[in-house]
């Protein structure tokens, strides 16, 4: 018999999603829509906003912790030791392996060269350095909202329909939280436009779908995914590296269309339950 202490945590209900989705889009809108009303105020409070700025790492987390809070309260500090689990999956076909690790870098390094551009991002003067610690932080910035977009959103989403339109409704939703911070001077955003980044974002999330799916619900696949996306050593390929994306995702829709539009085999679990015996 299980004693209490020891009693499997039960998987997240479907209607945290609400929650999830609330405290996510409070907590970064708060941040970011207090630089863009009260801008002199905010700067002259905490410092002016920028990529490396604490609360833009907070706005950032949203999504995780939202998750992870949602996750530590519905099935304790073991609970969330299980969610975590989830960060050692790594098993998928070799395919999935191959396109994080080269064919992420190919999509920028053509995009580049598409519009002239160079093979990688020019070094700053003081050499390699640099890029390399922005790579590390950058480890520890936009991957970290997979914790909660994959490791909450998408399994409780695929409970209810299929692969595909879970992807694209998480990178619907994904675009619109991103839509303040196009307001916001002092970080990427304000040199972009929004609709091909919207599209952008409903493209990965339905690219990452197979590739969480073929890993049994990995964090850890998701999360590199995120990392190539945002690596500081390769060019910018803007608006070439959205389009040569959609193209791609397009091709394995079409080849993995079985298993996209059919809920079988769809990772439906946030907190894993740990293997009999």
């Not at 970064?28 to 920028?50: D, H, K, N, R």
């Not at 598409?114 to 932080?137: D, F, H, R, S």
């Not at 994306?245 to 298993?259: E, H, Y």
Request: aromatic letters at 14%; one cysteine or more.
């Amino acid at each position: 018999m299980t004693r209490p202490s020891q009693a499997i945590p039960q998987d997240m209900p479907s209607w945290v999603l609400l929650p999830f989705v609330l405290g996510t889009f409070a907590l970064t809108w708060g941040i970011v829509g207090s630089y863009i009303l009260f801008p002199e105020t905010m700067a002259a409070t905490f410092g002016q906003i920028s990529g490396a700025h604490p609360l833009f790492f907070l706005a950032t987390w949203a999504p995780a912790i939202s998750a992870v809070t949602l996750i530590v309260v519905r099935t304790g500090w073991r609970g969330l030791r299980a969610f975590l689990s989830r960060l050692l999956l790594w098993r998928c076909a070799p395919v999935w392996w191959l396109i994080i690790l080269v064919g992420v870098p190919l999509v920028f390094v053509a995009g580049s060269l598409i519009k002239g551009g160079p093979v990688l991002a020019p070094l700053p003067p003081e050499g390699a350095g640099p890029m390399l610690a922005l790579m590390g932080m950058m480890l520890f910035l936009g991957p970290v909202e997979e914790l909660g977009w994959r490791g909450l959103a998408q399994p409780i989403l695929q409970r209810h329909m299929a692969p595909i339109w879970a992807g694209a409704l998480i990178g619907a939703t994904w675009g619109i939280w991103h839509l303040p911070a196009f307001y916001l001077a002092g970080v990427v955003f304000a040199d972009w436009a929004f609709l091909p980044f919207f599209i952008g974002n409903v493209t990965l999330a339905i690219l990452v779908t197979p590739i969480f799916n073929s890993a049994r619900g990995s964090l850890l696949l998701p999360m590199l995914f995120h990392w190539q996306l945002i690596n500081p050593f390769w060019p910018d390929a803007q608006p070439w590296d959205t389009w040569i994306l959609l193209a791609v995702a397009a091709g394995i829709v079409w080849w993995r269309r079985d298993s996209l539009f059919s809920r079988t085999g769809a990772a439906t679990e946030v907190v894993p339950r740990p293997a009999a015996g």
